[in-house]
């Protein structure tokens, strides 16, 4: 099948979150399989580290790109506003090459591209899916501009061949929102296993950031934005009597002001040697940070999956999530705890994982079977079914 990916942010602008990860997974998974798969997304601004490590080269639309056999398109970009960006050039690539491809999948909802390509889908009878990415709960800064947007867009959404789900938390979310039950494919977020099959030796991180070989590492991984709770984290430190446990934080600051606040708060509370903020970390970093950790953290007051958690038990690593986030039921007294969005009670479902050696055990030696379940492999199959049902029109019909 010829596939078009559309996606906001792509390889190499990781930092931009876990969509740009995920779509460069599960179109690389499509590619070795046999298909010709396309991304059409954003230049987020290229310097000489992102175009090595894209392999990109001007072109008449932006940039252009080819790697891991995929074929990938940076539009380029007029305007900016946070991470909302303006390329003219969609319009040009979808009248010029959208007919060439069997089906489109949209990610994400709050960016021009997506609506543009749907548009075209439509005219051109081109099957299209759309994966919101968690985004049709808008509970971030900016609710309202999100709502207005949401409802100007509602007719691409209501006409494709299928809205994805990445857990059993935003299909509820979808169905309650008057999508057809056949219409909305539940789909989890999984992770590249070959990449986690070699981790970097015990104790890199350690090393590399000064930590005692004694200390107890609670790491936080992911954007450092409101909802997802690292300052709550922060608030459970002077519940936990232990002086040997140490929050890592680690991700690029997702809001403005955000990372001074976390600062602040740590100062305040008396426990800024308890906390290490590293920054962002990707690649042999990033993993070498989880396997390291005693236990990853993510309580959230809102997580559509949870793509770190998931990192980190392929990692090996026990993860508690709180129970707004779509992984939860998958690593429920599996390879993992859940526990609520309060600092009280993550601070109890912290002092229960550590303090119980037969209990983290047991969640630490079910991490393998929990990642072999969430493998890209086995989810990209699913979807390659998915996409060869629209291509014969049995869900050519709007999701609703």
Not at 93 to 120: K, N, Q, S, T
Request: charged share 25%.
């Amino acid at each position: 099948m010829r596939i078009l990916k559309v996606t906001q942010a792509y390889h190499p602008f990781q930092d931009r979150g876990g969509p740009a990860i995920k779509v460069r997974s599960i179109a690389r998974q499509l590619a070795e399989m046999g298909h010709q798969v396309t991304i059409l997304t954003a230049d987020l601004g290229f310097g000489p580290a992102e175009i090595a490590a894209a392999a990109a080269f001007r072109n008449g639309e932006g940039w252009r790109s080819k790697l891991d056999g995929v074929e990938t398109t940076y539009l380029a970009t007029q305007y900016r506003y946070r991470n909302l960006t303006v390329n003219a050039g969609v319009i040009g690539f979808c009248r010029r090459r959208l007919r060439e491809f069997d089906i489109v999948h949209v990610y994400g909802l709050y960016d021009i591209l997506g609506p543009v390509a749907a548009r075209y889908c439509r005219e051109f009878e081109v099957p299209y899916f759309v994966e919101p990415l968690g985004m049709t709960r808008p509970i971030d800064r900016g609710f309202l501009p999100k709502k207005v947007w949401r409802r100007l867009t509602n007719g691409y959404l209501r006409e494709a061949s299928r809205m994805i789900a990445t857990s059993e938390q935003e299909r509820a979310e979808l169905l309650a929102d008057g999508f057809a039950p056949d219409r909305v494919l539940l789909r989890y977020n999984g992770i590249d296993l070959e990449e986690f099959r070699q981790l970097p030796p015990p104790g890199a991180f350690r090393k590399k950031s000064g930590l005692r070989d004694d200390e107890r590492i609670v790491i936080f991984l992911g954007r450092l934005i409101p909802r997802k709770g690292a300052d709550l984290l922060i608030e459970t430190l002077p519940q936990i009597d232990d002086e040997k446990a140490k929050l890592v934080i680690a991700g690029p600051e997702g809001e403005a002001g955000y990372l001074t606040f976390l600062h602040e708060k740590a100062r305040a509370l008396g426990v800024e040697h308890r906390v290490l903020f590293t920054g962002p970390l990707y690649g042999e970093d990033k993993k070498a940070a989880l396997a390291d950790a005693s236990v990853f953290t993510l309580p959230s007051r809102y997580e559509n999956f949870g793509n770190a958690a998931a990192e980190a038990v392929a990692c090996g690593t026990p993860a508690i999530v709180s129970d707004q986030c779509g992984i939860a039921p998958l690593l429920n007294q599996r390879a993992g705890l859940v526990t609520s969005y309060d600092s009280a009670a993550v601070a109890r479902t912290l002092r229960n994982l550590l303090g119980n050696a037969s209990l983290y055990q047991r969640l630490k030696a079910g991490c393998p079977q929990v990642a072999d379940e969430i493998s890209w492999g086995k989810l990209v199959r699913g979807m390659q079914k998915s996409y060869e049902e629209a291509r014969t029109n049995l869900l050519r019909q709007p999701s609703v």
